[in-house]
């Protein structure tokens, strides 16, 4: 079992940034790849970035490539998503997964509760 748990999310306004945090817990950390998903409203769960157990391999959407960065530190068990350059799209509830692949969804993964980002123009 793997408990996740996100923090940082909020208002901010076009432009801005913001770090997503998700400390997981349950078993070693650096077995499981981790990923980044958002829903926005109305709309179906979407790929943001992914990345390897080890951080070696990092993973993103074309949306956010280039303004999103997915970090982790297994020594602290939590993985990061640096979020800049802001756009109201961005506007979602980001959740954190972690499973066998950075990328996709797969029957065994495990999910945070969600976080709110908005973006306000």
């Known amino acids: 079992q793997v408990q996740l748990v996100e923090s940082g999310g909020g208002l901010e306004q076009v432009g801005g940034s913001l770090r997503l945090s998700c400390a997981a817990s349950?078993?070693?950390?650096?077995?499981?790849?981790m990923a980044w998903f958002r829903q926005p409203p109305g709309k179906e769960r979407e790929f943001v970035a992914g990345?390897?157990?080890?951080?070696?391999?990092?993973f993103y959407a074309g949306s956010v490539q280039g303004r999103f960065i997915i970090s982790r530190d297994n020594a602290k068990n939590t993985v990061y998503l640096q979020m800049n350059s802001l756009k109201p799209d961005d506007t979602a509830v980001y959740y954190c997964?972690?499973?066998?692949?950075?990328?996709?969804?797969?029957?065994?993964?495990?999910w945070g509760q969600g976080t709110q980002v908005t973006v306000s123009s």
């Open positions: 990345i390897s157990g080890s951080g070696g391999s990092t």
């Open positions: 997964k972690a499973g066998r692949f950075p990328t996709k969804i797969a029957p065994n993964d495990y």
């Open positions: 349950g078993r070693t950390f650096g077995v499981d790849a």
